[in-house]
C-alpha cells in the first residue's frame, strides 16, 4: 500500500516536471531556421544604412555585396563600428547573433 502511494506520487511529479518544461519552447524561435533569424537580424539592424541587397549605401555605408572583408574583420567591424557605421554588438545582444548576421551579409556578395 505505502508501495503504490509512492509511486503515484512519483508518477505525480514526473508529470508535473515534464508539464514544467513545455513553456520553455518559445513557437516563435522554434519555427525559425538559423537563416531565418539572420535574415530579420539583419533586416532590423543593418538594412536602413546598408539595403536588403547590401547594395543601398545610406549614410557612406559600404555595399556589402562588393565586399571581400574576412570573417575576423567583418565581426570586428560589428563589434565596434567605423566612422559612421555604429557599434553593433549590444543590438545583436551575443556572439552566435553575430555570426549569423556574418554569414547572411556574405551571402549577398556576388
Ligand atoms: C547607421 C548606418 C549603418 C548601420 C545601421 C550599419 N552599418 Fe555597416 N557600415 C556603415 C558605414 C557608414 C560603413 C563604412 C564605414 C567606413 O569604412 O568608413 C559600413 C561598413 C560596413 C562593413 C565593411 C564593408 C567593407 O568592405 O569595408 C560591414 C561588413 C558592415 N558595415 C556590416 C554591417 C552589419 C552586419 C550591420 C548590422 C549588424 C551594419 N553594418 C549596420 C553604416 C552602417
Request: charged share 5%; net charge negative.
Given at each position: 500500500m505505502v508501495l503504490s502511494k509512492l509511486s503515484l506520487l512519483a508518477t505525480l511529479l514526473l508529470l508535473f516536471v515534464s508539464c514544467q518544461d513545455t513553456p520553455k519552447t518559445d513557437g516563435l524561435?522554434?519555427?525559425e531556421t538559423?537563416?531565418?533569424k539572420a535574415a530579420s537580424l539583419y533586416s532590423m539592424h543593418c538594412?536602413?544604412?546598408h539595403g536588403e541587397d547590401g547594395k543601398l549605401g545610406s549614410s557612406g555605408a559600404k555595399d556589402l555585396s562588393q565586399s571581400r572583408l574576412s570573417d575576423a574583420a567583418i565581426i570586428q567591424m560589428i563589434k565596434k563600428g567605423k566612422n559612421?557605421?555604429?557599434p553593433m554588438e549590444?543590438?545583436?545582444e551575443?556572439?552566435?547573433n553575430i555570426e549569423l548576421v556574418v554569414q547572411h551579409i556574405k551571402g549577398l556578395r556576388k
Open positions: 524561435q522554434t519555427q538559423p537563416a531565418q538594412a536602413q544604412c559612421a557605421m555604429p549590444a543590438l545583436l551575443n556572439a552566435e
